[in-house]
């Protein structure tokens, strides 16, 4: 875009101050802005983009743990005999930036070994080969990074030989950035000539694979199923035949793993179903009414609380790619360039990140199956370096289950 167009697609949307310091810029600098500017989806970085209001809810039915127990041999055989028929794929979402463990590094190369070195990355490849292994069989493994952790990730992986995994069955990706814009609905730079970004959220993960052309691969080795799910837990159980066999079984285009929730009020996002089709409500989002509703059973109406360990049907993933995920506003603190050229470390938030989320997403699959697991051996997160979800809590549920530190 030369800088005329540039100046007018700017002043179209208010937006002229990021020329700035244009006549400071050299070539290539400039260049780099304006193929910023010209990637900008407006519609993504607007402030009316605020969540919307929640329709009828209404509670899911789900397998519980007693169910499970049940049917496990059945849905085992089945999800076992998927995976070796090559229909799964692991998606490990390592894009996020992790702020609140303090960390600057990507979150997988944090190392919560004590007495040796285990790095949460290592781990969850432990897990995933523990399943590759029972089944005698290969998956892929896709990996989201950003464009803050990309270089470091796959460094990460290539000095550790990827921990054992199989180097041609690991394929990574960046998921796509958004810019910040500042309280006053202004984008904000980071540097003369640079756009202060964030990563999009975890709900671009689909749109960025198929960027990068792995849905086509993927769909040349046969994957009919995408397991989702989060960097940060630890005791994550990654492709489990159950959980994919029963998903099978139950005929739904995807599956959600959920704990119960430990009482009423545990701020965990419930998944439920909203004027009818599967949906996840933020705790805060429930009424007070609906928070302590219990069934005949005794326990909570509203209780499946989701643990971002997600399976999609792949053609379904293919039509929910079409369609526009609500967009989330997140005040944060920005650090940015002040007009006056003064580089600010804001200590309250200055602004919003925009992103969209993968819980979203099952909405759109239509169909959800909710499968219960037990807290204790499958949901570790590590967001916080002490206190709740936090480095202390999962060494502790590690141990439990038997993982040496
Ligand atoms: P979180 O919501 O915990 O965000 O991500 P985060 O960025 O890791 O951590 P904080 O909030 O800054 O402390 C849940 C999962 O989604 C991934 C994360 O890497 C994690 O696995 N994620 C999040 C992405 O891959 N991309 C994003 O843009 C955001």
């Known amino acids: 875009m030369n800088e005329k167009a540039l100046r007018e697609l700017l002043e179209a949307h208010s937006q002229t101050h990021l020329m700035r310091w244009w006549d400071e810029l050299d070539a290539p600098a400039r260049e780099e802005l304006a193929r910023r500017i010209g990637e900008i989806d407006w519609s993504e970085t607007s402030l009316h983009a605020e969540d919307g209001a929640r329709g009828e809810i209404s509670p899911i039915a789900g397998l519980s743990i007693d169910e499970i127990e049940k049917r496990k041999e059945e849905f085992y055989a089945v999800g076992r005999d998927a995976i070796r028929a090559g229909k799964a794929a692991a998606v490990l979402l390592a894009g996020g930036q992790g702020t609140r463990l303090g960390s600057d590094a990507p979150k997988g190369v944090y190392d919560i070994g004590v007495t040796r070195h285990l790095y949460i990355f290592e781990q969850l490849i432990r897990n995933l080969t523990e399943v590759t292994d029972a089944c005698g069989a290969t998956i892929p493994l896709l990996i989201m990074t950003s464009e803050k952790n990309d270089e470091e990730t796959r460094a990460f992986f290539e000095e550790h030989g990827c921990f054992g995994y199989p180097r041609e069955d690991i394929y990574f990706f960046r998921q796509a950035m958004a810019p910040c814009v500042g309280l006053d609905g202004k984008l904000l730079l980071e540097d003369k000539g640079r756009l202060a970004l964030s990563p999009n959220g975890n709900g671009g993960w689909y749109a960025s694979l198929e960027r990068a052309g792995l849905v086509e691969k993927m769909d040349a080795r046969g994957v009919e199923w995408y397991n989702v799910f989060a960097v940060d837990n630890v005791l994550q159980r990654i492709c489990d035949p159950v959980f994919l066999g029963a998903t099978i079984v139950s005929g739904a285009a995807s599956g959600a793993k959920v704990v119960r929730k430990n009482d009423p009020h545990e701020r965990v996002g419930v998944l439920c179903l909203e004027d009818g ?121 590690l141990k439990k289950n038997g993982v040496e530190l």
């Open 277 to 397: 089709l599967p949906g996840v409500i933020e705790y805060y989002e429930l009424s007070e009414e609906m928070a302590n509703l219990r069934g005949a059973d005794g326990q909570l109406v509203y209780s499946f609380g989701v643990i971002l360990n997600y399976l999609f049907r792949a053609d379904v993933l293919k039509r929910i790619s079409r369609e526009r995920l609500p967009l989330h506003a997140a005040k944060k603190k920005i650090p940015y360039l002040a007009p006056d050229g003064v580089f600010v470390q804001p200590e309250t938030e200055n602004g919003y990140k925009f992103e969209t989320l993968i819980l979203d997403m099952v909405r759109f699959a239509e169909t959800c199956l909710p499968f219960e697991v037990v807290r204790e051996r499958e949901f570790a997160p590590i967001k916080n370096r002490t206190g709740t979800d936090s480095v202390d809590t999962a060494r502790e549920l």
